[in-house]
């Protein structure tokens, strides 16, 4: 029954990051703050220039799905710390002796951390409205969006417990995932279509899962073109088994 | 008696090089508090985390109830209860809650769950701030509440990886006292790690003492003690009418002669002096200290004053896990 085990491990570890989130919401209203700036100052100013080709669609507006994936990718990225953190206490230690598949672990925390993106887009996505961006009313699309932002982020929270079961410590860690973060933005279709790129950063962005995350969103949520969205899925979903895969294999590192 | 854990020929070697472990043999009764002890680096608690099922032993078997700690380690931990050394549990989530993320990952039945929970908590004596912040907590609360998450399945076994440290006296009670009124209640297993040597003393059926990888020795801890030596007297000599400090030769030779007598007496395993002590190692003190006295009044040697010390576990310890050590500091050669 080690698959039950499994499972019920997954789920204790989504009820802790939700018991988490519970006794302590400062942390989401404040990783609020920066998305928000980026829509009301970033996107404000840059909709005065005409020249980023957006098939029409207010400045602001074109940039609201990568913002969106953005705050929440970047509390993902760096949910290894948490993981950091559990192995420098004895809580890692304990998870490892408790009956559940060391995968599960890996798996439930990822999952965990999408579930906090979720939350995390819930605050910004009403503030978007009120900044006048115009999505598409249809909770169909609006709720494949969330889905399609639920994974992504649980595919980077996984990458980020990868890098934490090789570096170990906060520092080398910190040091990572701040070089991950500049280049994972920039080099996707976020700000600005891949069409402006040079060749080389163009090659980096088709290779970037943000990519098609930021492309399915905007087709469900702003555009409406969404020819290319099950192919986004696709690629979403390869990116999530393979970095499951590699990160519950490297997992058993961390406490060595 | 059944036994609850069997080591034999156990080892572990970190990158081919290291010996962690080194043939550990171990036997470890059921139902019997056990402690191991053992200097910095001396493998308990390489020990610990391979009888936990964390890593894996180069060669030799280790049995938790007849499962294999490698082999079956899914079983192995369904039955054990661990709580590291390092702070374990969520801080920024209540008490209350991290029994209850344990008690799911554990798949205690949502029946059960409740009443497995405050059990935990009563057993622990931490049924009052159960619902408080853990980061509130004091760290003999913290501890409490760990070794709760760990009592929560009732285990058969239960792991301590130095359990009281950083505690201060009153909360190291505690932690003692709730700890075996539950293993009275269910019968528990309770293997621990220790730098604490009156813990060990107090606390524990067994103790084994590891060194450098090897179990340098094993017994209740009244046995390790008598093992050593009955007791020791020390008599701090008094400069005996000489007007001089500490004249060059002759009180040295006259100390030898005393020691030669002292030693010849029966009922004395060995004598030495330095600083104007002499210690004398003997079995039964009420018996040799009148012949003791006897000798050095007939040498025409007064006394200044006279203490008896019993050997402690720590004793036992520094003789089997740290005699160099010992020597280097204090000069004491016990003639064992």
Not at chain 1, 82 to 103: C, D, F, M, N, Q
Not at chain 1, 199 to 216: C, E, H, M, R
Not at chain 1, 221 to 228: C, K, L, P, R
């Amino acid at each position: 029954m080690a698959f039950n085990d499994s499972l019920r491990e997954m789920f204790a570890m989504i009820e802790l990051e939700m018991r988490r989130l519970k006794h302590d919401r400062t942390e989401i209203y404040t990783r609020a703050v920066q998305p928000i700036l980026w829509l009301a100052v970033y996107g404000t100013v840059m909709s005065h220039v005409r020249d980023i080709p957006t098939n029409g669609i207010p400045y602001i507006d074109y940039i609201t799905p990568g913002v969106l994936l953005q705050s929440t990718i970047f509390v993902s990225v760096f949910y290894g710390l948490t993981i950091v953190w559990e192995r420098e206490t004895g809580i890692l230690k304990r998870l490892l002796v408790a009956p559940a598949s060391r995968y599960a672990t890996v798996i439930g925390r990822a999952i965990a951390s999408g579930v906090r993106a979720v939350v995390q887009a819930l605050i910004i996505f009403p503030v978007a409205i009120l900044l006048g961006v115009k999505f598409i009313a249809n909770p169909i699309y609006i709720l494949a969006a969330f889905i399609m932002l639920f994974m992504v982020s649980g595919g980077f929270a996984a990458l980020s417990i990868f890098v934490a079961s090789l570096m170990k410590t906060r520092e080398r860690f910190m040091g990572i995932g701040q070089a991950m973060i500049m280049p994972l933005f920039f080099a996707s279709n976020a700000l600005y279509p891949i069409t402006l790129m040079p060749p080389f950063l163009q090659s980096i962005a088709v290779l970037n899962p943000l990519t098609y995350a930021v492309d399915a969103v905007r087709g469900l949520m702003i555009s409406g073109d969404v020819a290319n969205v099950p192919v986004d899925f696709m690629a979403v979903i390869a990116f999530d088994v393979v970095i499951f895969i590699v990160a519950s294999i490297s997992f058993r590192k961390i406490i060595e | 008696m059944a036994s609850a854990i069997d080591i034999r020929q156990l080892t572990k070697v970190y990158d081919g090089k290291v010996n962690a472990l080194d043939g550990v043999d171990l036997t470890v009764k059921a139902a019997s508090i056990f402690a191991l002890l053992g200097p910095n680096g001396s493998g308990k608690t390489t020990l610990m985390r391979i009888l936990t099922t964390q890593i894996h032993p180069t060669m030799g078997l280790a049995r938790a109830f007849r499962y294999d700690v490698d082999k079956d380690d899914d079983k192995v931990r369904k039955i054990i209860g661990y709580v590291p050394q390092e702070m374990s549990v969520w801080t920024d989530i209540t008490g209350f809650e991290n029994l209850l993320i344990y008690a799911k990952i554990y798949g205690v039945s949502s029946l059960q769950r409740k009443k497995a929970i405050w059990d935990a908590l009563q057993n622990m004596g931490l049924e009052d701030v159960a619902n408080g912040p853990v980061k509130k907590y004091s760290g003999g609360m913290i501890r409490r509440l760990e070794i709760a998450c760990a009592l929560l399945i009732k285990p058969k076994i239960l792991f301590l990886d130095e359990p009281t440290l950083g505690l201060d006296p009153s909360a190291r009670k505690a932690v003692w006292e709730n700890l075996r009124s539950f293993k009275k209640e269910y019968g528990t297993t309770v293997f621990f790690n220790t730098h604490y040597m009156d813990e060990a003393d107090l606390y524990s059926d067994e103790v084994a003492i590891i060194n450098q990888g090897k179990i340098v020795k094993t017994g209740t801890a009244s046995e390790l003690k008598r093992s050593l030596h009955g007791e020791i007297i020390s008599f701090c000599l008094a400069n005996n009418g000489t007007d001089s400090m500490h004249p060059s030769t002759a009180p040295l030779r006259q100390d030898l002669n005393i020691l030669t007598k002292i030693r010849a007496l029966n009922f004395v395993n060995d004598a030495t002096v330095h600083d104007s002590v002499m210690d004398v190692a003997v079995e039964n003190g009420e018996i040799a200290m009148p012949l003791i006295i006897d000798v050095l009044r007939s040498e025409g040697i007064s006394l200044q004053w006279i203490r008896s010390t019993r050997p402690t576990l720590d004793d036992v310890f520094l003789k089997y896990a740290g005699m160099r050590h010992m020597q280097d500091q204090s000069g004491y050669h016990y003639g064992i």
